[in-house]
């Protein structure tokens, strides 16, 4: 059986804890998620630094999960915002690709998963900057699939649909999660673990042919 080492951002909760424990239920993945005093996102010197190590390269499987969200009126978005969110939620996955990719492309294979989110697909007041971070971050991922697929290496996004997380309850209020849920057809908002179901098909030997997609599990919000 192959072992397939797993780089996993934003592993310490939510989706990101979930898709750890999910895929660490298999005895073919070994984990990898550094912390942030290992792996800073918000930071380009610290991704480098991680980097210069020639083992923190050799990854088979990709997950871009760690992101943040800031829900603003467009008059008081501050360019700290921009800067702050872009580099986390855009830039970091990308250079975390670029640091990968040789391996990859040495050994022909290789899958890589962007958490994106419903709202890279539709959007909604205040969620300018999320959105357009999402937005970006699905582009990278058609780009990819298109210049990487002749290598073997599947990419895709998924995007989650309201989830029971820390992040979640802390962007919306009771009353927010009623109205919400009221308007997803299966009327409760996504477990963690059902996100993370999704993400081992992805990285899994049984996706051969799937890349370049952007998969909504979202209960129908979208439909």
């Not at 792996?39 to 083992?55: C, G, Q, T, W």
């Not at 700290?80 to 986390?88: A, P, R």
């Not at 994106?116 to 969620?127: A, L, M, Q, V, Y």
Request: glycine share 6%.
């Amino acid at each position: 059986m192959n072992t397939y080492r797993v780089l996993l951002t934003g592993g310490a909760r939510g989706i990101g804890s979930a898709i750890k424990e999910k895929l660490e239920s298999y005895d073919c993945y070994k984990v990898i998620a550094p912390t942030r005093d290992e792996l800073a996102l918000d930071n380009r010197a610290s991704i480098a630094n991680y980097f210069a190590k020639p083992e923190h390269c050799a990854i088979d499987i990709l997950i871009n999960n760690a992101g943040i969200n800031i829900v603003k009126e467009i008059e008081d978005i501050t360019d700290e915002d921009i800067d702050s969110l872009n580099q986390i939620n855009v830039v970091a996955p990308l250079k975390l690709i670029q640091a990968v990719v040789p391996h990859m492309k040495q050994q022909q294979r290789g899958r890589i998963v962007n958490i994106t989110s419903i709202w890279g697909e539709r959007s909604i007041e205040r969620r300018t900057l999320y959105s357009t971070s999402k937005f970006g971050l699905l582009g990278q991922t058609k780009a990819l699939a298109r210049e990487l697929g002749p290598h073997n290496i599947l990419i895709n996004g998924l995007a989650p649909g309201f989830t029971a997380t820390e992040l979640t309850f802390r962007v919306l209020n009771k009353q927010a999660i009623e109205n919400f849920s009221k308007d997803i057809p299966l009327r409760r908002f996504a477990d963690p673990s059902e996100i993370a179901t999704t993400v081992q098909y992805l990285i899994s030997e049984e996706n051969t042919y799937l890349t370049g997609q952007n998969i909504v599990v979202d209960g129908g919000f979208l439909a």
